[in-house]
């Protein structure tokens, strides 16, 4: 029986990682807390366990109080303000809510003392604005963030490597790229794109997308993918190590809306909205995942089809 | 008239800004601000008039709320928790009052889209360890933090760099190497030694000297050399740009016990405290002015010989 504390445990990629745990029957206890109630019901899972509450983790006397009654083996810390439009308009709320939560879970473990493996997830945007000649983006390539989501993410970063090295803390950290799938929100681009076209097939919308800056390049992986990654790091992963988390492959927005029209089998015209637009926005991101699949034999099962797929038959059921 | 809003007014950088401004003629109004109340006579000063007010930068309603009144022209930021060794022991509050703070002073000027130009003092600890093949740093050096107050310091500087390039908010940002003088609290090492010392001499402690691990090399400028340095960058720095202040030069804090030695005409024997060794220690730090120099006429113009003097009669006059 693991034990795993799940930060930011109503979030999509938190479900993902119980349906992994549950798929390949590892049984396990787990203590999810979040700010917003899941919507998980225990009578869909035989191995897993699970405890909910609610609380922020910027409450540092409570996410104490937890550790210390839960005794987590392992902490999958996915709380996250991910959004990098909302960290232009509240750069607070955004620096509080990434880069102060996780050093109030890192305090609350060096406090009490407790041996567990900690995952920090952090983001391709630490990386900022590239070169094309320096893609794909090794682990080794410098931080350059530009936006406030991305600094808040080099310093959660930051401090996970002081943990590691100066309190000998057990911390494997994460630079995860985009990923997707089904239950993923609206408000991120991909399924934005499916929920927009699903409604103009269904006939509930005019033939009209819109859109950010469609000539955007990012490196999507399938969700379902990605917590398997953090599964293997949690229980394989080098103490103080970074990995990127990605498929290695690059796709244009443009690229992306063509494959889900050429599935859906419609036609439609994008429009931009300026609005959509964001600052200091990056072109091309595409990363490496040579360390990560050479030392812990991890590889992307899904093809980018087979993730629009199954988010089309997501947004299918929802519209 | 200049305006100046000073946080951390109580501190001794600031004591010997004020002081720069007076001893140059240079009219200026300032408000300081700080936790702990100054003890600066007003009537010590023709040149300069302040008024101070004593609030926590935590409180951002506050801040925002002494900024819109007193329109500030520059901000000299001073405020920070900046003890290494403290910040192992209390990690949160030292990130908290050091980049929780900025990033408060940052949004309230933001908000209230006032035109201010804003010094914000990092330091040398942000190129945590280093080669001596390195030495001495340019500002094109990587930064490898080592401690939490070095995390909470990049962080601030990444947060300089996004609201200058994303808000096109005019700041300018250093690195700033030990720096010593009168006046300078004796939990850092170099007043310690003199204090000591001076307590030797006048009989009043037998001569043993407690210190930390004295082989480590640092680069000392003296106070009223940095705080000219940052009325410079205050007033002619480029918007955006990060600038080392430093003198160049490497004393190994053995070096500088032997000179305060001499100066006092006195032997003594030093006690190494396991205590006071920190953890992640880098062992010789020498950064590179050149860039300052070069192009804002900045030379340091106090020799280490004249700031230990000076620092001797500092604490002649204490004991």
Known sequence: MKKFLITGFSGFVSRHFCEYLEHNGIRSLIKGIDVHNPDLKREDFKYIEFDFERIDLLDKHRIEDIIFKFQPEYILHLASFSSVAFSWEEPILSFQNNTNIFLNLLEAIRRLNIDTRILSIGSSEEYGNVNEEDLPLTEEHPLRPVSPYAVARVSQELLSKIYSTGYSMDIVMTRS??????????????PS???????????????????????????????????????LLLTEGEKGEVYNVCSGKGWSLKEIIDKICDILEIKVHSKADAGLFRQNENKIVIGSNEKITSRLKWKPKYSIKQSLNDMIHYWETQI
Chains 1, 2 share one sequence.
């Not at 794109?193 to 819109?210: C, H, M, N, P, R």
Request: hydrophobic fraction near 45%; glycine fraction near 6%.
């Open 177 to 190: 790229f985009n990923h997707i799938g089904p239950f993923q929100k609206e408000i991120f681009a991909l």
């Open 193 to 231: 794109f499916v929920k927009q076209l699903v409604q103009i097939k269904k006939g509930l919308k005019k033939d009209e997308l819109v859109t950010g800056d469609i000539t955007i390049v990012r490196d999507f992986t399938d969700v379902r993918d990605v917590v398997a990654a953090y599964y």
